[in-house]
């Protein structure tokens, strides 16, 4: 009886296969302090894609010399502005939390309020709830700290990498497209859904949440708020988190401005916050942020939730794109080894 021996050919591709994958995993594995670099210099790079090689194509610009022009611009409008927003709230924070007799004198007035109030006074408002709260909190200021380093680091990986992107950028696109084993079909449909999440979010996203803080900036200061900066700031930072968005920045405030006795004000705050805070919100998804990609709802709000697990704050942008490529994987998968023409009539009809 004679058994049917295995390709020799097949085996090597496997084993080529594996090699290939082992290495990828123990160089992830090593370089995993500077993936968020990578990953940010990936953003930039499809940001300004269209537009480098306008100038270097159509204008004959020197390659290296726009790539430094983009380093520049990357440099004035991305990261000193994000530098200085974290270098601001940083002590602003570390003050607050600081000051513990003034948060419990506020958290007492807010526990009085509550005390006789259907559902809030539900609500664990104990002394020891309180100071774990502060305890944590005062603990992760020290790892924000760190963080912050983290982050001077990966900028200068991202602008490195990103010149050699630029430099390089029609020979790197060139062997990327050619490694890949998909039909021409399946590689465009996976670079449309990457240029779509990154744009949509990168763009996106910030410019929802500077919207958002600078009208809850506004609000706050009419009202009489006391930091109406820093809170501003913090609205707008936390137009980041899925479902409660802003809310969890306002809605305490509301709550405390009323319980201190500013009734006029915190209902004032309150119309204003839910109106205009919340409902710029749904005008610019309708609006701009339609225009960049219009990426339904449930993608992103647990794209974010996934994304900020595994990368921290370039999550937003490539947590949804990971989730979204389950849809986009199975598309693949139709266009590469499904879906005869007999089967998609009989599902039209």
Same mark, same amino acid.
């Given at each position: 009886m004679k058994y049917k021996q295995i390709n020799n050919n097949s085996i090597n591709q496997i084993m080529l296969i594996l090699i290939i994958i082992l290495i990828c995993i123990l160089i992830f594995k090593n370089l995993l302090?500077?993936?968020?670099? @990578?990953?940010?210099?990936?953003t930039l790079y499809i940001l300004f894609r269209n537009v480098y090689f306008n100038l270097t194509t159509r204008r004959k610009w020197n390659r290296s010399a726009t790539s430094i022009f983009f380093i520049i611009l990357s440099v004035v409008f991305i990261v000193l502005p994000l530098w200085a927003i974290i270098d601001y709230l940083i002590p602003k924070l570390r003050s607050f939390l600081g000051d513990q007799q003034d948060i419990i004198a506020k958290f007492n007035t807010l526990k009085i309020y509550m005390s006789d109030k259907p559902f809030l006074k539900d609500i664990d408002l104990s002394n020891e709830a309180l100071l =774990?709260?502060?305890?944590? /909190?005062? $603990?992760?200021?020290?790892? /924000?700290l760190n963080s912050v380093a983290e982050v001077g680091i990966n900028i200068l990986v991202a602008l490195f990498v990103l010149y050699f992107?630029?430099?390089? =950028? +029609? $020979?790197?696109?060139?062997?990327?497209?050619?490694?890949?084993? /998909?039909?021409?079909?399946? +590689?465009?449909e996976i670079w449309a859904e990457v240029k779509l999440m990154v744009k949509s979010n990168a763009i996106g996203i910030p410019i929802l949440g500077l919207c958002q803080g600078v009208v809850a900036m506004a609000g706050y200061w009419f009202f009489g708020i006391e930091n109406y900066i820093l809170w501003g700031m913090l609205t707008g930072v936390s137009s980041i988190i899925?479902?409660? !968005?802003?809310?969890?920045?306002?809605?305490?405030?509301?709550?405390?401005?009323?319980?201190? !006795?500013?009734?006029?004000? =915190?209902?004032? /705050?309150?119309?204003y916050c839910f109106l205009l805070v919340g409902g710029i919100d749904?005008? #610019? $998804? @309708?609006?701009? #942020? +339609?225009?960049?990609?219009?990426?339904?709802?449930?993608?992103?709000v647990f794209g974010v939730l996934l994304g900020l697990n595994m990368f921290g704050m370039? !999550?937003?942008i490539f947590g949804p794109l990971i989730?979204?490529?389950?849809?986009?994987l199975i598309r693949i998968y139709a266009n590469e080894f499904g879906r005869s023409y007999v089967a998609e009539k009989e599902f039209t009809e």
């Amino acid at each position: 009886m004679k058994y049917k021996q295995i390709n020799n050919n097949s085996i090597n591709q496997i084993m080529l296969i594996l090699i290939i994958i082992l290495i990828c995993i123990l160089i992830f594995k090593n370089l995993l302090y500077y993936l968020p670099g @990578f990953l940010g210099a990936i953003t930039l790079y499809i940001l300004f894609r269209n537009v480098y090689f306008n100038l270097t194509t159509r204008r004959k610009w020197n390659r290296s010399a726009t790539s430094i022009f983009f380093i520049i611009l990357s440099v004035v409008f991305i990261v000193l502005p994000l530098w200085a927003i974290i270098d601001y709230l940083i002590p602003k924070l570390r003050s607050f939390l600081g000051d513990q007799q003034d948060i419990i004198a506020k958290f007492n007035t807010l526990k009085i309020y509550m005390s006789d109030k259907p559902f809030l006074k539900d609500i664990d408002l104990s002394n020891e709830a309180l100071l =774990a709260s502060l305890q944590s /909190l005062t $603990r992760y200021v020290p790892s /924000l700290l760190n963080s912050v380093a983290e982050v001077g680091i990966n900028i200068l990986v991202a602008l490195f990498v990103l010149y050699f992107m630029q430099v390089h =950028a +029609k $020979r790197m696109e060139t062997y990327i497209y050619s490694a890949i084993p /998909l039909s021409p079909k399946s +590689k465009k449909e996976i670079w449309a859904e990457v240029k779509l999440m990154v744009k949509s979010n990168a763009i996106g996203i910030p410019i929802l949440g500077l919207c958002q803080g600078v009208v809850a900036m506004a609000g706050y200061w009419f009202f009489g708020i006391e930091n109406y900066i820093l809170w501003g700031m913090l609205t707008g930072v936390s137009s980041i988190i899925p479902v409660l !968005g802003t809310m969890t920045v306002y809605v305490p405030i509301c709550l405390i401005t009323l319980a201190s !006795g500013q009734t006029a004000n =915190a209902i004032g /705050l309150s119309l204003y916050c839910f109106l205009l805070v919340g409902g710029i919100d749904n005008i #610019l $998804r @309708f609006t701009i #942020l +339609k225009q960049l990609g219009n990426v339904p709802p449930l993608i992103t709000v647990f794209g974010v939730l996934l994304g900020l697990n595994m990368f921290g704050m370039l !999550g937003l942008i490539f947590g949804p794109l990971i989730l979204s490529s389950v849809g986009l994987l199975i598309r693949i998968y139709a266009n590469e080894f499904g879906r005869s023409y007999v089967a998609e009539k009989e599902f039209t009809e």
